[in-house]
């Protein structure tokens, strides 16, 4: 152990300081090797002192051209030399320069979006779907030009229940980094069932001295409301009309319905009667 001797010494190293817009396509080697002479008891304790230790490089500690970084690895001589006995010397460092390639890059918010189809099941419909987060900040080529959208990688969803929570990954695009790979998906549905309602007949645009009579007065209108709606949802709340433009100056004595107004919560909103007989009545002041 007392005699001289040589050895090579694996030393690992890593880059540092990476700017956000910076993004390495050709990753530096991750570790040197260095050739040491010296005895071979100091040669031992440097291999397990070096064991621990990792040697940490700026990104800014390197020569950078056209996107291309370079450090001659005679300058980190002094970095190893330090931890090694003074008996130890380095002969030699191998490679002789550290090499990456990089471009420049830009960030951006996305919204997740959903692409996929939606399947009901037992009358459920499709209230919304949320995303946690909600956006994604995603990294693309500065000189990329391209519209890009986060999208979940999700196909079809089956509502089967008021609300569906679970984690799905987001598409991979290529050339685009995402800063999420999963995001906490929830689907919330609303069971909806059938309704039927009796709503009167009105008249629009008729002269102010001139007034509808329907036969029948009322309709049958059928919709699809929400369970927990059920109760809330009245006649009242739309309007079923025949329209004076419609019927003035023709001869049958049909007048055709249509819907004029509804509430903004309720689906499939149906006339079961399409037409009525009517008379309209002047009066004379």
Same mark, same amino acid.
Request: proline letters at 6%.
């Given at each position: 152990m007392s005699q001289?001797?040589?050895?090579?010494?694996? %030393?690992?190293?890593?880059? +540092?300081?990476?700017?956000?817009? @910076?993004?390495? #396509?050709?990753?530096?080697?991750?570790q040197l090797t260095v050739s040491l002479s010296g005895k071979g008891s100091d040669l031992r304790k440097s291999g397990r002192r070096w064991g621990k230790h990792v040697i940490h490089i700026s990104h800014d500690a390197f020569s950078h051209r056209q996107g291309r970084a370079s450090l001659s690895t005679q300058r980190l001589r002094d970095s190893i030399a330090v931890l090694l006995p003074p008996s130890v010397t380095i002969r030699q460092v191998e490679p002789d320069s550290l090499v990456y390639q990089y471009?420049?890059?830009?960030?951006m918010m996305l919204p997740v979006e959903f692409t996929g189809d939606v399947e009901s099941q037992d009358q459920f419909f499709l209230e919304r779907i949320e995303f946690n987060p909600d956006s994604i900040r995603v990294s %693309?080529?500065?000189?990329? +030009?391209?519209?890009?959208?986060? @999208?979940?990688? #999700?196909?079809?969803?089956?509502?089967?229940?008021?609300?569906?929570?679970s984690t799905v990954a987001v598409k991979r695009v290529p050339g685009v980094l995402m800063g999420a790979d999963r995001v906490q998906m929830t689907v919330v549905a609303q069971q909806y069932t059938e309704k039927s309602l009796d709503v009167p007949v009105t008249g629009?645009?008729?002269?102010?001295?001139?007034?509808?009579?329907?036969?029948?007065s009322k309709v049958p209108v059928s919709v699809w409301v929400k369970m927990s709606e059920?109760?809330?949802?009245?006649?009242?709340d739309f309007q079923v009309v025949v329209d004076y433009n419609e019927i003035a100056g023709r001869n049958s004595s049909k007048a055709a319905?249509?819907?004029?107004?509804?509430?903004a919560n309720v689906r499939n909103v149906r006339l079961q009667t399409r037409t009525?007989?009517?008379?309209?009545?002047?009066?004379?002041?």
């Open positions: 001289d001797r040589q050895t090579l010494l694996k %030393v690992p190293l890593t880059v +540092t300081g990476v700017p956000d817009d @910076v993004r390495i #396509v050709s990753e530096p080697v991750g471009v420049s890059q830009r960030t %693309v080529l500065a000189s990329d +030009t391209m519209a890009h959208h986060v @999208v979940a990688d #999700v196909r079809s969803v089956t509502l089967s229940a008021d609300t569906l929570v629009i645009n008729f002269p102010h001295n001139v007034t509808l009579k329907s036969f029948p059920y109760d809330r949802i009245r006649a009242n319905l249509r819907i004029l107004t509804q509430p009525v007989d009517y008379l309209m009545e002047t009066n004379v002041e």
